[in-house]
């Protein structure tokens, strides 16, 4: 077990005025919640999609480009800033806002995640983690301490602990446990080591795996450091959407309600607004990115792949129904950019890839948007109904059966009109 005040430094977290959280409605029916989240760069609205900008840059996107598509909030990595360009030239340069020219918000990643990413390079012990550098292969040993260190050369809004990864795949439940106490325990050097409190967010991150009774254990244990936000950790690994949701809607169950949620690495349409359904106000993902740089498109009825020669001759825009820099042109009958022209560039130019990776961000981000609408105007069980069944063209019966069990949890049947 872990003592709830070894090493603990709550007073400073209890006074950091870096975040507020304005909680303006929540869902009748679901979990579901608005609410406007305070940060040193300006407000952001949840329930918030955050893109992935891992090295200080969106794939695809300028940082206008990236502010363009409406978004406040965006992620770093800092295990690879740690590594390039490095705190040396973090801390001469300011932090990472100035680094990026970007004027907005910044969330990074601990670095605790590459434990599972580049796992035949890691070694975990209660020190730290121990990595090999993917860049040349120099040894570099990531401690909660360092971890933080980093993180406040970053000068990132939002900070993360460091935890102990395991894929929740994992059949090792001892290995499981024991990342989640010492999870606990790196939280409370991470408080230690924290030198920006008051202006500089500590999330941290609830683990346990799959196990239900592990996960409400390490509720109970970080609850009680009294961070500005919590994240639930550890999933996105391949495990069952069901076995997903369990986690969810348990995890959000135990949290207090002044405080934002965020589910972290989740980026699909469908698991983003379950998760919504399921009390989670934040996700993070670089799938809409990654999955443009393979002449996908999201839109909502379903992801188009435009590389497929049924679009050589599509004239109308990428999708008909966005907004973003891409679609809006097209729709007004100007010069735009066609879904021909993203066939024609898409395996050929770096183009095709760019002006798919505008339109998925800034679907997710409006999509998140219309979520929010819908839970502040108390319709959000409706919003769910019409977008299934725009998605699936009103087939129920292709609906996934995870989806349709975890929103019937929370009182809504998709099957029911």
Not at 234 to 254: F, I, P, Q, R, W
Request: proline share 5%; hydrophobic share 40%.
């Amino acid at each position: 077990m872990v003592a709830e005040g070894d090493n603990m430094n709550q007073q400073s977290l209890r006074k950091a005025p870096a975040l507020t959280f304005d909680l303006l409605a929540e869902c009748p029916t679901t979990k579901a919640r608005a609410a406007t989240l305070h940060l040193p760069h300006g407000p952001v609205q949840l329930p918030l999609f955050m893109p992935v900008a891992t090295q200080a840059s969106l794939k695809g996107l300028t940082p206008s480009q990236l502010a363009d598509t409406s978004c406040r909030l965006c992620l770093n990595n800092t295990y690879h800033l740690g590594l390039k360009p490095g705190q040396k030239t973090l801390d001469a340069i300011g932090g990472a806002h100035k680094l990026q020219s970007w004027p907005h918000n910044i969330l990074t990643d601990s670095g605790g995640f590459q434990m599972v990413s580049l796992l035949k390079l890691a070694q975990v012990t209660e020190e730290g983690v121990r990595f090999l550098s993917p860049h040349d292969g120099t040894p570099m040993l990531l401690t909660p301490e360092h971890s933080i260190s980093l993180q406040n050369s970053i000068r990132s809004d939002i900070i993360m602990q460091l935890d102990d990864v395991i894929a929740t795949t994992s059949p090792d439940l001892a290995r499981l446990k024991e990342a989640m106490y010492r999870s606990v325990r790196w939280l409370d050097r991470c408080i230690t080591a924290h030198k920006n409190p008051d202006t500089q967010n500590l999330f941290c991150i609830i683990q346990g795996g799959l196990d239900l009774d592990l996960r409400r254990e390490c509720c109970k244990e970080m609850v009680a450091r009294d961070t500005p936000g919590i994240a639930i950790g550890g999933l996105s690994g391949g495990e069952a959407k069901a076995e997903y949701c369990k986690v969810v809607d348990t995890c959000t169950g135990l949290l207090p309600t002044h405080k934002p949620r965020y589910v972290m690495g989740v980026g699909y349409p469908e698991d983003i607004l379950v998760s919504i359904a399921l009390g989670a106000d934040m996700f993070d993902c670089v799938w809409p990115t990654r999955t443009a740089r393979f002449g996908n498109a999201i839109t909502n009825a379903g992801v188009l792949n435009l590389k497929n020669a049924a679009y050589a001759y599509d004239f109308g825009p990428v999708d008909t129904e966005c907004q973003c820099m891409c679609c809006k042109v097209a729709a007004d009958g100007g010069l735009g950019i066609t879904r021909a022209f993203i066939h024609h560039t898409a395996a050929k130019e770096t183009a095709g890839a760019h002006l798919l990776s505008i339109h998925n961000v800034h679907y997710l981000l409006d999509m998140v948007r219309r979520a929010r609408e819908a839970v502040l105007e108390q319709r959000y069980p409706d919003f769910l109904r019409h977008y299934f069944d725009k998605l699936y063209a009103g087939d129920k019966q292709k609906y996934p059966g995870w989806a349709v069990d975890a929103l019937r949890g929370v009182g809504v049947d998709l099957m029911v009109s």
